[in-house]
């Protein structure tokens, strides 16, 4: 039997009969939004499972899978292409739970479900009594032993075969596959061959990558119910914003938004990906060099915690991409990994707000559709159970923003309790830290950036003196909380410090300076700069804060004003954002755990946004219209 030893992405998992590969795709879960490219041949996304059927496919039968848009809708086509003649050949259908025995050689077919309404296709590589052996990317992660990546039973009862895929880790749930597809008269061919593809199967073109800003006229109000009273989190939106939220700018009788294709979508979600590793790495590197941790102005008395930080509390929730998109290029100019600000903005909001202007019943989808799937499993992978102390200042966007995350974290046992300042908290005789009901503090989740905790550690430090320790009588402060016992989780985790500092740049970018997405940083400015024009960054800053921005000629072209003049600096190069009708529009783009989740975009009349800049809505228009296949579906589509 395979081994459950799970591979990381892009990691062979094993080889099938006729010599082709699987990968990793890590988990069922992410999507890296990668093209692959066999010889020439577009076979679909890194490591997709139809991205492995099409190179079964080729491989074993010289034949080309159609553009698909979900692996269920497979079941559904009739034909594929002769790779080397460019013609159409049949291909059939053989429904599940018939007559017919299941057969080697062939595409194995699942249905949409609740939990993943693309379905699954794999390929039959044996078939044997009572069970079949199958081969497939993106289902199971294991390092395979023999050439196949599962054994799947089959059922002969009342003169029919009946496949069933039973979940290895949860043996109640068991998965019925549509059916198998036959390729009739085609023989497999010889793997030693060279296919020599035809013309018409190199030419795959996709859409340009487009962002538009686009009016909208409501057909009516909004309804008054469009947000939720009797959710707590947005209760304290609606106190703040008020239930009609507008989404428009005074003097405008319509609304806006932007919409994006889904080519687009698919760059932020690729460029978010590969950012996030390339950060982690600088971070990692960071960590493992006293010379390069001394750029990040950390006290060095907290080296030893953050590096134990990294090792020890690796899972982290969220962080955001500023991206920037001028209509050809993605830029990143910075990594927010230790914020959650408008992160229920991009996870409900836009979504509530476009349906009750009646974009929900366009074809698109919001650009915050996987946030809050993809933040629940961030939460379910950092173990936590128990009570979750979310501290947050006293302000309505910081308190909506910690209920909504715990509304999140309660659905994986975690008990959220929101915290404002810290007054309820008290010490006890034996130094722990407790809340109003006596309830030792065990894991925290902050809206403080580090920068904030560490000032108030530097502030506690010479106030208090080297040899203070706490009594019941002493007042807990945030330092206390996040930097006091070590043993006491916190979220974001104290090494997300290293890439939300501005000090990374000019690592991730000499690191990787042909990365497409990375603009060249430096902690001089060179005469390259100079030419390029610059932006001019604190290390430590937030919301826009302090940053002059430098063109070409020499000329300030923006600047802002902050309380971070005094913080040391780095350069980057200028990549100016276009102006679209009077605005400029900065693309957030989240991570949740170690995967991209969803976009939002702030926007402003001035280049530099900041934390009053209005946050406006993303809609991904989709190229088709979504259908679930089911065996339910298929039966009445046969009746119609």
Known sequence: MPSKTDVPFGGLQGVCSGGVKAFSNGNDYFFSAERNFDEGLYTG???????????????????????????????????????????????KAVANGGADKPEADTLLIYPSSEGNIVGHVASIVEVGEGFIRV??????????????????????????YTIQDRDSDNPDHVMIPLGWMTFPGVANRDPTQHITLHPSLLTKEFDAPSLERVHHQPKARPPAGWLDVNDEAEQVFMKKFDIDVSGNYEGESDVTYYLMNIELWFKCVQAGNQLHAMFVEATEKVLASDELLSRFALPEELWPRIRRSFVEQRAGLMGRFDLAWNGKEMKTYEYNADSAAVLMESAVIQEKWANSRG??????????MRIADSLERAWA??????????????????????????SIAKKVGVEPRLCVKFDEFSFREDGKIVDGEGVEVKAIWKTWNWDTAIQDWLKAREERGANF?????????????????????????????????????????????????????SYTLTEELKETGYAKKPIIGRVGRNITITSSTGSTLASSEGNYGDRDVVYQQLFE???????????????????YAGTGVREDTVVITGSE??????????????????????????DE
């Open 613 to 638: 800049s209005p946050f406006s809505a993303v809609r991904i228009q989709l190229p088709f219209t979504p259908t679930l296949v089911t065996k339910e579906s298929l039966a009445e589509k046969k």
């Open 469 to 521: 320790k706490p009594t019941t009588s002493t007042k807990v402060r945030l330092c206390d909380l996040v930097l006091g016992d070590e043993s006491i989780r916190v979220f974001e985790p104290l090494w997300k410090y290293i890439p939300a500092n501005k000090a990374i740049l000019p690592l991730v970018y000499d690191a990787h300076p042909d990365h497409p997405n990375l603009l060249k940083a």
């Open 381 to 406: 992978l950092t173990g936590v159970k128990g009570r979750v102390h979310f501290c947050v200042d006293d302000e309505d966007e910081e308190k909506y923003t910690g209920l909504y995350c715990g």
């Open 45 to 91: 996304f890194k490591w997709q499972c139809v991205e492995f059927a099409r190179r079964w496919l080729l491989e074993k039968k010289g034949l080309v899978l159609p553009d698909v848009h979900w692996a269920a809708h497979i079941f559904s086509m009739t034909s594929v292409i002769d790779a080397t003649t460019g013609e159409n050949v049949p291909m």
């Open 359 to 368: 974009l929900g019943e366009l074809n698109q989808r919001s650009g915050g």
């Open 577 to 595: 954002l276009p102006s679209r009708e009077g605005h400029y529009g900065i693309l957030g783009g989240w991570i949740m755990g170690e995967q």
């Open 135 to 160: 081969a497939d990317q993106n289902h199971r992660f294991h390092k395979w032993e023999g050439n196949y990546s599962a054994e799947l039973k089959v059922i002969f009862e009342d003169g029919k």
